[in-house]
């Protein structure tokens, strides 16, 4: 135990060593962040920081406090009452809290709230009402993330044999879930990710059912006679039989048309868009949609502050989303899934090199991250492929690492090793088939991470430059209208955006359930 102890002491010393020579790159090639602060405020950065220092607490502990309240309670429910239609509010609850960009989400309530009930200020501090909007914008997505953390650690320990014996006594249900159920279930929740379900998954992780994919080689035979054919029997059946499920089981219909639908939107833009999106008519500009009075059919989703047409733009958009996210994802996936393989499988310093690297850039906020990089190299399209590739890639690298630490251990393994197979031929013939699964399920789940980083990039204004349409850089351009009602501005840009990242994500659970059956319940 002290040695383990000892052990994550010093790779978190190493960590933090990587991490402060990374930071002092940054400050090198960015410049001084300290003089830039006192070059544009005029101010001491300590006295800046200080003055600021005060909300930003307490803004934080607010969504967290709302974040709390409401995730937990709704996960507890839905884990009790799994399967009814309590359980399908909380996912849906869950799904669109982890769909919608906070931004939009606020921009959202001071356009109801606000603009047109007048309940809530829209900006300033001093009162609660003035705390109400923001936390509720910020905690809005953790809420998500704790109901569903919440209902899947329920779900685990409701099923426990504990819990079952507490039942045959004949305790009361209330007293079953508050005492024994609540205080297991609540600590994966409290240390912000490590479920059951997630120990368990790591821990009990099993390559694909049936044989292992391209388990044999040529040389194999000799040592498993008529194996092969066999096999490739039953790869052909369970080939058949994954189709069939695909067709009966559960899959994604509404999710997948929407993403392929958007994906051919994007490829044929050019002939779909009725105008230039980046040219306007100035005497056309804030036009509503043509459903609305003032509204003409010329412009069928109205215009923006310059007069830009806001169907082109959507449209064209959306080909900016397609490209930045499919491409960041591919590109994040690919050197995450060598980098975890190579890790996995080689073990010793080349392990410990790769995973320190890997903590140092996952103890990086993800958003600071990309604004640091964004900064450095310039907003563009490609740029921000680079940016969004180089800070996900590290999702891909834990996970495959843990999945070859698995692999590595089974018998078709150690018989190539036996068959004298070099070790780059297992990783790249018999290592890699069996782990393809989790990258692809993982990459259908950062998709809409992606997406939704590359908007708040563009809505920041640190990523795809105007006038390029994308539908960040929209909700940008929506402000200007925001307090004058001018609601198509922001509702259709990030509606546009929680239907892609939802699609994503709906998509990513299927088949993070079809390849993995332990997490149906969960």
């Not at 890790?343 to 080349?350: E, I």
């Not at 692999?407 to 090793?417: C, G, N, Q, S, T």
């Not at 349409?469 to 001018?486: N, V």
């Amino acid at each position: 135990m002290k040695g383990y102890i000892l052990r994550r002491l010093g790779y978190s010393v190493i960590s933090l060593f990587l991490l402060s020579v990374t930071i002092f790159l940054f400050v090198r090639v960015t410049g001084d962040p300290a003089v830039l602060l006192v070059d544009y405020y005029r101010t001491p950065v300590l006295e800046l920081y200080l003055s600021r220092l005060p909300h930003s607490l307490l803004l934080a502990g607010a969504a967290m406090v709302f974040s709390l309240v409401v995730g937990i309670p709704t996960g507890i429910i839905a884990a009790v009452r799994v399967n009814r239609w309590w359980d399908s509010v909380g996912k849906i609850f869950a799904l669109l809290g982890l769909s919608m960009p906070s931004f939009w989400v606020g921009l959202l309530m001071i356009l109801f709230f606000s603009v047109y009930l007048g309940w809530l200020p829209s900006s300033g501090s001093g009162t609660l009402l003035h705390l109400v909007m923001p936390a509720i914008a910020l905690g809005w997505v953790f809420a998500a993330a704790h109901m569903r953390l919440t209902r899947s650690s329920m779900l685990e320990v409701l099923g426990s044999e504990y819990v079952k014996l507490a039942r045959l006594k004949g305790l009361p249900e209330a007293l079953v879930i508050s005492k024994h159920a609540f205080k297991n279930a609540l600590i994966p929740v409290l240390t912000a990710g490590d479920s059951p379900a997630r120990r368990r998954d790591d821990r009990d992780r099993q390559p694909p059912r049936g044989h292992p994919v391209r388990r044999h080689r040529p040389e194999d035979s000799i040592l498993n006679g008529r194996s092969a054919t066999n096999d490739s029997r039953s790869a052909t059946l369970t080939l058949a039989w994954r189709l069939a499920a695909f067709r009966t089981e559960g899959f994604p219909i509404i999710p997948t048309a929407i993403i392929v639908t958007v994906a051919l939107v994007a490829i044929f833009a050019d002939a779909l868009a009725p105008y230039n999106p980046e040219l306007g008519t100035l005497g056309d500009r804030f036009r509503p949609p043509a459903w609305q009075a003032g509204g003409s059919e010329k412009y069928l989703l109205g215009t923006d502050h310059l007069g830009r047409d806001v169907l082109s733009r959507l449209i064209f958009g959306a080909r900016v989303s397609m490209i930045v996210g499919f491409t960041a994802v591919i590109v994040a996936g690919f050197i995450g899934t060598v980098l975890g393989i190579i890790s996995g499988y080689l073990g010793r310093w080349v392990d410990q090199v790769i995973m320190r690297l890997t903590d140092t850039w996952l103890a990086l906020p993800a958003l600071t991250f990309a604004i640091f990089l964004a900064a450095i190299v310039g907003p563009s399209v490609n740029n921000i492929i680079i940016i969004l590739a180089a800070v996900y890639w590290t999702r891909y690298a834990r996970v495959i690492r843990g999945e070859v630490l698995s692999v590595k251990e089974r018998d078709f393994v150690r018989l190539a090793v036996v068959a004298g197979c070099s070790k780059w031929t297992i990783m790249r013939r018999h290592i890699l088939p069996n782990v393809v699964n989790s990258a692809i399920v993982l990459g259908t789940l950062q998709l809409g991470v992606v997406i939704i980083t590359e908007a708040a990039l563009s809505f920041l204004g640190v990523g795809v430059p105007p006038p390029q349409p994308a539908w960040g850089l929209m909700l940008a351009d929506g402000k200007k209208g925001l307090m004058a009602g001018y609601w198509w501005l922001t509702v259709l840009p990030g509606s546009c955006i929680m239907l892609m990242v939802l699609s994503a994500n709906l998509l990513g659970d299927w088949l993070r359930v079809k390849f993995d059956p332990q997490l149906r319940q969960l």
